[in-house]
């Protein structure tokens, strides 16, 4: 094989699948940069065959451009049309917010302007001819790039290589054009009688030009995509109407913003959007790129943008990498990372648009504010440096006093008023003294965060019950031991850090109990000493090293509910102002909530209401106890990352339960409930459980999950998808993270007060000047 930059006895000879963006930018790259490689693109369709109409393309990916291809960024740069706004319409009202930047072109153009640089650098082109299958290809060619694109058949042909996942959503959408050019990005809701559809639309070509397919009319083009869930797309007949009579349908529909214009088609027809995920992107010589290999959903951008990526970054690891091998290895090893955030902010924005229903009837601001927050990568900070006048119309809407971070406003739980939205998350600390009694760690632990000025501090999950302890060090409620230690260090807080609401987290350790603390092996079983462990059903959490679990008796189940029952009036009198029912991560009665965790044939099995009853027992025995001016919270695990396991339409209907029963806030997290979880981690990437449960059913939910920003913190609160925000770690690191939060937005109010000792560091310490002298004078 000769090496990847064509160095060796004979130049690189490479094939492409496909003709579109991706595959022509790589060829035309590699020509570029080894004149001698002999380069072939196969496009079964006709030069000026395309599907869709406009392109839109990143600063950064033309960044990249200019920098490989000069010419290629010229050509482009006198096309592209340019604007910064987007208006986002709401019950017949337009807001615009400003300071966006987005560049787009025709997808015509695009190829024409691709087709016209390979031809002048000798890349040979193809069109009309269906390429020989890649594992053919790569019998004599050094390279066979596959961007043959979503409905990849090179993919298909070697699924058991690249093992690939495809994922069908739950919306339909078409591609159409209008023949005029808007002057913003736009997104508009429309109520359809059958339910809603939503309009993406933005320009991509101005002035005077043709005027058939993909090509602008006399005041230009753009593009205009029209969304609603199946069962709506479906309800109006959609499904039955070709492709001329669902463009008239979507221009009737959107009729004020179109001015009565039509739209036009180019081979549009209703998709449904497939997420393409590949465990592996190279086999042999073959290599995906684009679609093929990944997709992210259209609303945050486009799979061009991606593609065009994964071209600039094939070529330079062909030029960097010794051989191809560790080329095809540096190139994946550079893109996955990307790809993986850009589809998990495209999932995140593709679930928003799916459940666009619930959030319609938000105020006017929040909604286009959620709208623009919605993939995570705007923020309230960087929304705030494009258009802060925007941003103030969303606080002032909101009721959020001047100068003051959204974090910052109070929150009421039946009677406890938290002064702000920062919750010290639940955190296991595995360091009890003895038969579960808390010591002077937990003192020193929950006082300092105390002191830190987070609105709630949450203890960790509190044993119900010596058998219901996670490990030897866990930490109980079930002596009178116990309950005077609690009430040290709820003394401690409400004395020395006034303001600061403490709160308590009770569980039994169900099937997941008697193990060694973390750092000595997570869920592994003690060496010794080990007790007997209880579950719903007797399945082991680890097959082959948890312990079998024994099968509650309703006698036993019944004992327990005192268990929970007589810890809570403990709590109360130790001094708790909150208490929160652990009903996740599979401990007991999350195992009683899951399917794949309660097998039973009772009454407290088979169906989500049968598997509901026993916790909601539990809660009611614990409400009975709890003091009615105090607050009560549910932790829930959400989905449990597995197949055949809680749903997130389980969630909402689980939360719901927990509501009616007297629940004041859903604390939503996700999975550990089963071993062989999947979870699909990223930033925040289990608020939209939260976000989900809040707008459906209108109730306080508490949001968790990899939020490690003041910044995540205050979008989240002001887009309505949460009312308060537990973070875990970023408290671990630093147990002042709420007061820091506080001194780096220059805010001083009563949401972040400073503990009278520590006001002397209330200010971000000095460092040494950064700058330097300006020049004054020139010389010559």
Known sequence: MSTAAGRGRRPLKVAVLGGGPGGLYAAALLKRLDPDREITVWERNAPDDTFGFGVVLSDETLGGIEHADPAIY?????????????????????????????????????????????????????????APPAALLARDHDLVIAADGVHSTTRAAHADVFRPRLTTHRCRYIWLSADFALDAFRFEIADTGHGIAQLHAYPYARGEAGGTGGTSGPGGASTVIVEMREEVWRANGLATRDEDASAA???????KTLDGRPLRTNRSSWT??????????????????????????????????????????????????????????????????????????????????????????????????????????????????????????????????ED??????????????????????????????????????????????????????????????????????????????????????????????????????????????????????????????????????????????SQLPHALTTDEMAAIREDFARAAASAARAGFDLLELHCAHGYLLSGFLSPLTNQRTDA??????????????????????????????????????????????????IAAAFAEHGADAIDVSTGQVVAHERPDYGRSYQTPFADRIRNTLGIPVIAVGAISSWDDVNSLILAGRADLCALGRPHLYDPHWTLHAAAEQGYTGPGAPWPAPYRAGSRTPPTGRTDAPKPRLTLR
């Open 272 to 401: 449904a959007f497939r997420t393409v995920v590949n465990e592996r992107w190279s086999h042999g010589r073959i290599v995906l790129l684009g679609d093929a290999a990944h997709t992210a959903h259209f609303s945050i951008g486009s799979g061009t943008k991606l593609a065009v990526e994964d071209a600039l970054a094939l070529a330079a690891c062909l030029r960097e990498q010794p051989t191809l091998d560790e080329a095809l290895a540096a190139y994946e090893a550079e893109r996955r990372p990307v790809v993986a955030s850009t589809q998990r902010a495209a999932r995140a924005s593709l679930a928003w648009f799916e459940d666009l229903a619930t959030y319609t009837g938000q105020p006017p601001y929040q909604f286009a504010f959620n709208l623009l927050t919605r993939s995570r990568r705007v923020t309230h900070g960087n929304l705030r440096l494009r258009d802060p006048d925007f941003t103030a119309a969303v606080a002032e809407e909101a009721g959020v006093p």
């Open 404 to 545: 003051t971070p959204p974090m910052f406003t109070p929150f009421r739980l039946r009677g406890l008023t938290l002064r702000n939205r920062v919750v010290v998350s639940p955190m296991d600390m595995y360091s009890a003294d003895g038969d579960g009694t808390p010591g002077d760690f937990h003192l020193v632990h929950l006082g300092a965060r105390a002191l830190g000025g987070a609105g709630l501090v949450m203890t960790e999950m509190v044993c119900v019950s010596r058998a219901g302890r996670i490990t030897p060090a866990c930490t109980g409620l079930y002596t009178e031991e116990h309950e005077r230690a609690w009430r040290r260090i709820a003394d401690f807080v409400h004395t020395q850090a006034p303001g600061t609401a403490l709160g308590v987290q009770l569980g039994h350790s169900g099937r997941k109990g008697s193990t060694r603390r973390m750092w000595e092996g997570i869920d592994q079983p003690l060496p010794e000493g080990n007790w007997p462990v209880v579950a719903p059903s007797a399945l082991p959490y680890r097959p082959g090293t």
């Open 249 to 255: 349908w979507c221009a009737d529909l959107f009729a």
């Open 604 to 653: 407290y099995g088979g169906s989500r209401a049968a598997r509901l009853r026993f916790p909601l027992e539990v809660f009611d025995a614990v409400r009975a106890q709890w003091p009615a001016d105090r607050p009560m919270t549910v932790r829930i695990s959400a989905t449990d990352w597995a197949d055949g396991g809680t749903t997130p339409e389980d969630a909402v209907a």
């Open 74 to 130: 010229d050509a482009l740069q006198a096309e592209f049309v340019r604007w910064d706004d987007i208006d986002i319409v709401h019950r017949g009202r337009t807001l615009t917010s400003g300071g966006h930047g987005f560049a787009a072109l025709g997808r015509r153009r695009l190829l024409a302007v691709l087709h016209d640089r390979c031809r002048a650098l000798g890349v040979r082109l193809r069109f009309r001819t269906e």
